[in-house]
């Protein structure tokens, strides 16, 4: 008997039927009643009947119900427990990620972190994709904050947000009043784009060799905050995920714009960490760092975030 069971049975009771426990469990069918199936041989009874259109308690089932309610609230009671723990938590916490991510993500992110665990003290670490996952392989520090993932033994990657390659102009651009652009027309346009060796250039890169279409760079920079600048003077336009822009569309500094057959991969945003060596404040950081994600996604239809 696990938990997993012990939590299915509820799920199962509660929603009235197989199908639904698998939908909000998001698990295959046959998943919910295998485990069904093994609570039940290990308690020797039955504890669940199917009827039409709905799932009843057996007599032992209903036996086992205020049990099995006892079990689940005393491990939340468990979990709460730990987290008021840690809303006192002391430490340092290391941290490391791209500069676009700095400048655009993570402050709203860490000044709620700050707030929310003020004695702990954070270091912010910025490089590039490629060399943060060498840096967390050297133990330099443990969490990572990237848009890719890599093949590297002894690294976990864990999915935060995903969302859409989108077209970013200036109010003032030609683009500004439409909903959304041709490929074609996008590439005639001057391009603001990172430089050519970073992997999100190299993405739209390969995506665009793909359908045999090219374009001439009107200004290559890892600096985000200068794109940004001359998005808002009308020089260029720049394909980027949303996130990264969520400000700027927010005061209208900027407009987003979809992609016509956009054929683009989708942009996303990764927590990666060494294997088995997180500890309660990077349990706490992921933690903020999900619920300040979602959050941003009841704001607008900008991101999808994993939940």
């Not at 209903?62 to 049990?67: D, N, S």
């Not at 003290?121 to 969490?143: C, D, G, P, W």
């Not at 590439?187 to 050519?196: A, G, H, R, V």
């Amino acid at each position: 008997m696990n938990l997993e069971q012990i939590s299915t049975f509820l799920t199962v009771y509660q929603s009235g039927s197989y199908k639904k426990a698998s939908e909000l469990l998001y698990l295959p069918q046959p998943t919910v009643s295998n485990r069904i199936n093994q609570l039940e041989k290990e308690l020797g009874k039955s504890l669940l009947l199917r009827g039409k259109g709905n799932v009843k308690l057996t007599e032992e089932g209903k036996a086992f119900l205020p049990h099995a309610r006892r079990i689940l609230g005393a491990l939340k009671e468990g979990m709460e427990a730990v987290e008021r723990v840690g809303e006192g938590a002391t430490g340092k916490l290391s941290i490391g990620c791209n500069n676009s991510f700095a400048a655009s993500i993570l402050p709203d992110v860490m000044e709620a972190f700050a707030n929310q665990y003020p004695d702990v003290s954070i270091k912010v670490y910025t490089y590039a994709s490629s060399e943060l996952v060498r840096l967390m392989k050297n133990q330099h520090f443990q969490l990572g904050i990237t848009r890719y993932t890599s093949n590297d033994s002894g690294l976990n990657y864990r999915p935060i947000l995903s969302e859409q390659t989108m077209l970013f102009v200036s109010p003032d651009h030609r683009f500004a009043s439409r909903i959304s652009v041709s490929l074609e027309e996008i590439l005639q346009e001057p391009i603001l784009t990172y430089p050519k060796e970073t992997q999100y250039r190299k993405m739209i890169d390969v995506t665009l060799n793909q359908f045999s279409l090219s374009y001439q760079p009107k200004l290559e920079t890892n600096n985000l905050q200068l794109i940004k600048h001359f998005l808002k003077i009308n020089t260029g336009v720049f394909l980027s995920g949303s996130a990264y822009m969520r400000k700027e569309i927010k005061q209208k500094e900027l407009v987003q714009l979809e992609i016509e057959r956009n054929p683009f991969p989708l942009s996303q945003v990764f927590v990666a960490y060494r294997d088995n060596e997180l500890h309660s404040l990077d349990y706490l950081f992921i933690k903020l760092f999900e619920e300040q994600i979602n959050l941003q996604a009841k704001e607008g239809p900008l991101l999808t975030a994993f939940c």
